[in-house]
């Protein structure tokens, strides 16, 4: 344990339940919740699905942001840049809030993920000492085409932003060694500089003993948790299934997780899987449930006999370690980081990624032999009491805050900002909206059907500013039909263009007074 007590600030847009929308939020709870266990002061900053909230979550202060008053802004360049609009939109509205509690009591050290540039303010202000955990760089997204994302500018400025965080950062850690090497091979470091520190769980929550919220069957019952989509293989998972109820028909697979349009054409995953369980003819063996809250989850692995991750790639799903946790066999695969948390034929079986033989073999001799499965549930178990507790975690974590401290210390005069850290997010905005104004001149100047879109969105939205452009613009045409020779229709015409800009100036003031203050 660190010699003194930390006050320590976690940004992280995902924190369940609100905002629980995969294993970043798991982590950040975990690593919150056993921070504050063993004696530091946890506060996290996330993001709100509507207003902005403050609240208590068993001792961690959770500060909610809205980002409605900048997403809403900036239309052109949403429509343009989507992705970077929202990564902008998403780090402004956090890093207001980080900047507003610091100011009232300064933090020690404050911890990001890499994805999506959640540490980008932080890495170029250097307000305090920085640790950034990698997940899945953005990078690897566009390499390895992952959720359909491509090397365009819009994606390749996300991942630059990661880059730049990552490389400022004053320590670096990895959930496993895969991801680690891929990183440091991406920014072009020494792989020992990246520390690892491996997913935390909390045993107690997720154990053998507790409720099962599914109904006792005879059936083997194997369980699929995740987002459905390419990256998790869920594909594969529905592919092997006739190849195990070829030899067992009393089996039953219950797929937990939300539809995302990741499927090839953005189209619906769950309409893709539920095809090829149609063109199978297997659909009486499944069962299909949305995602379920982070602390109901133990009771869906204890209704379960065997757990499948067929991760395509995943850094370290905490899929595999919530089943082993709760004393179940896992199935997962070589494709990233489970191969570091799943001892192979200990606490259960590691396949090829996208190999559904190799998936379908490994159930069907789970559902052969239950003495092998009680032995795997067994060690896996054990294996999660001895590497993954949550506080023994927190307590590596916490070293590496020390680390992060003395490092900081030691390179202030190395700061890539050198304004006033508030003024970033001015810079920012300012950015945002030129950016903005550039592709709005540029369509308006050489599309009508983009013109004719913008009035209509005026008339519809703001029709007393409608009235008034119109207005102005029907004194232009009288001022270019006259000459000079009407001096109050020139006297009107300067006044109108004058309270239309101001109109718009204060809109915008409105805005940031009324959206999170420093």
């Known amino acids: 344990m660190t010699s003194r007590s930390m006050r320590v600030c976690l940004i992280s847009r995902e924190y369940p339940p609100e905002t629980g929308w995969g294993g970043i939020a798991t982590f950040t709870r975990h690593l919150a919740q056993g921070l504050k266990e063993i004696g530091h002061d946890v506060v996290v900053v996330s993001l709100s699905k509507d207003v902005d909230k403050t609240i208590d979550d068993d ?24 992705y970077s609009h929202y990564v902008m939109s998403a780090s402004i509205s956090m890093w207001r809030k980080f900047l507003e509690l610091h100011s009232e009591k300064p933090f020690d050290v404050v911890d990001t993920p890499e994805l999506l540039a959640e540490g980008f303010f932080p890495a170029l202000t250097r307000v305090c000492p920085l640790v950034i955990r990698l997940y899945t760089p953005h990078s690897k ?9 491509t090397p365009s500018f ?15 950062a004053d320590v670096l850690t990895s959930p496993s060694l895969d991801l680690r090497d891929y990183v440091a091979d991406d920014l072009q470091i020494d792989a020992e500089q990246i520390r690892i520190v491996r997913n935390p769980i909390d045993p107690d929550q997720f154990s053998p003993e507790g409720e099962q919220i599914l109904p006792p069957t005879e059936k083997t019952r194997i369980l699929f948790v995740g987002r459905l989509e390419e990256r998790k293989g869920i594909q594969y998972l529905i592919d092997a299934v006739p190849m195990v109820t070829a030899k067992h028909k009393n089996v039953e697979f219950v797929i937990i997780g939300d539809d995302t349009k990741n499927a ?6 769950l309409d893709k899987l539920k095809n090829t369980i149609e063109r199978d003819g297997t659909g009486k063996y499944f069962e299909f449930i949305n995602r379920v809250p982070l602390d109901s989850l133990p009771s869906y692995y204890r ?26 066999p896992v199935i997962g695969t070589a494709g990233g980081g ?3 948390y799943l001892s192979h034929n200990e606490s259960g079986f590691i396949v ?25 549930a067994e060690r896996a178990r054990a294996r999660t009491l001895k590497y993954f507790q949550r506080q023994e975690i927190a307590r590596q974590t916490a070293e590496l805050y020390e680390l992060a401290e003395e490092r900081w210390a030691a390179s202030q005069k190395a700061i890539v900002y050198k304004k006033a850290p508030d003024v970033i997010m001015n810079d920012a905005l300012y950015m945002m909206k030129t950016f903005d104004a550039l592709v709005f ?75 999170p203050t420093l």
């Open 154 to 168: 819009d994606h390749e400025f996300i991942a630059a932003m990661e880059r730049i965080a990552m490389t400022s």
């Open 338 to 340: 489970t191969k570091e």
């Open 264 to 269: 090839k054409g953005q189209k619906s995953e």
């Open 352 to 376: 090829e990624p996208k190999d559904p033989k190799a998936i379908a073999d490994a159930i069907n001799t789970l559902i052969e032999d239950p003495a092998l499965r009680k032995q795997m």
């Open 303 to 328: 209704s379960a006999d065997i757990s499948v991750v067929p991760s395509v790639y995943d850094n370290s799903p905490y899929t595999c370690l919530e089943a082993m946790s709760c004393g179940r």
């Open 59 to 82: 001792g961690v202060t959770i500060h909610r942001v809205s980002l409605g008053w900048i997403e809403r802004d900036y239309s052109s360049m949403n429509s343009c840049i989507p």
């Open 441 to 515: 001149d540029t369509l308006y100047r050489f599309s009508y059907r983009f013109r004719l879109k913008h009035w209509l969105n005026l008339l519809k939205k703001r029709p007393g500013l409608f009235t008034a452009k119109i207005a102005l613009k029907c004194a232009n045409v009288m001022t270019r039909l006259t000459g000079s020779r009407i001096g109050r229709l020139n006297d009107f015409q300067s006044w109108l263009a004058a309270e239309i800009g101001r109109k718009s100036i204060d809109q915008s003031l409105t805005k940031l007074d009324q959206s």
């Open 141 to 149: 997204f566009i390499k390895e085409g992952l959720h359909n994302v």
